[in-house]
């Protein structure tokens, strides 16, 4: 079975500054994908980065990175440049080849501060 | 494009009482999820359709709930004799055949009470 874990529930970052959510995920499968996901209080979960298991090279999108350590089991995402428009919950998930089903962490709750 | 919508925004209802809530997926999409967001238990799983093949309702909490899919589009999840557990945010996530990346409506925030 797959799990997710998310040990940070909440962090808080200065505006401009750089902050990492840890995100740790246990499979025994071979193929699967790793996303994160904002969710701001609007509710709507917004696709921030994705990541497959079969490529090394870490996934950057724009501010968003991922530092992803198969080998470890673990996802984290780097936010540069801290928006005050980042705050949100934040969830990890996994998605296993074939199962479609996502998997999702507990979340992590990020404040901005000015 | 139009994104995900769901109906209604926030829905509250006494306890015994059944209720539908309705899933727009993104044009195209053969996919589409439900899951439940709860304080308790976080974002789970319910049901999976794709395309005409049967759905997978693994995830479905107890058989008070069902959904359906008319025409490889519109999904309704309907929950019988509602409990006060079941109140959450109901989220319904739609994609592309071949394409893993799950898009997400603004959910349904459901109170029993």
């Known amino acids: 079975a797959q799990t997710v874990t998310q040990s940070q529930p909440e962090m808080s970052v200065q505006e401009a500054e750089t902050v990492t959510l840890s995100c740790t995920y246990d499979?025994?499968?071979?193929?699967?994908?790793l996303f994160w996901y904002k969710q701001p209080p609007s509710r709507q979960m917004i696709l921030v980065i994705r990541?497959?298991?079969?490529?090394?090279q870490n996934a950057t999108e724009n501010r968003f990175s991922v530092n992803f350590q198969k080998a470890a089991k673990s996802f984290s995402l780097k936010i540069s440049d801290s928006q005050l428009g980042d705050a949100a919950m934040y969830f990890c998930?996994?998605?296993?080849?074939?199962?479609?089903?996502?998997?999702f962490g507990q979340g992590t709750r990020l404040t901005i501060n000015p | 494009g139009a994104g995900v919508s769901q109906s209604p925004s926030n829905k509250v209802t006494e306890k015994g009482k059944d209720v539908e809530l309705r899933c727009d997926p993104i044009s195209g999409h053969t996919a589409l999820y439900w899951y439940r967001q709860s304080l308790g238990q976080g974002l789970e799983f319910l049901i999976y359709?794709?395309?005409?093949?049967?759905?997978?309702k693994s995830g479905l909490p107890s058989d008070r709930f069902s959904a359906e899919r008319t025409g490889g589009s519109v999904s309704t999840l309907t929950i019988q004799r509602t409990q006060q557990e079941d109140s959450a945010v109901y989220l319904c996530?739609?994609?592309?055949?071949?394409?893993?990346?799950?898009?997400f409506g603004p959910g349904t925030r459901l109170t029993v009470t």
């Open positions: 499979t025994s499968e071979s193929d699967y994908y």
């Open positions: 990541q497959e298991a079969y490529k090394q």
């Open positions: 996530a739609s994609n592309e055949l071949g394409f893993y990346e799950q898009y």
């Open positions: 998930a996994s998605l296993v080849q074939g199962a479609q089903k996502l998997v």
């Open positions: 359709f794709q395309g005409n093949s049967a759905p997978d």
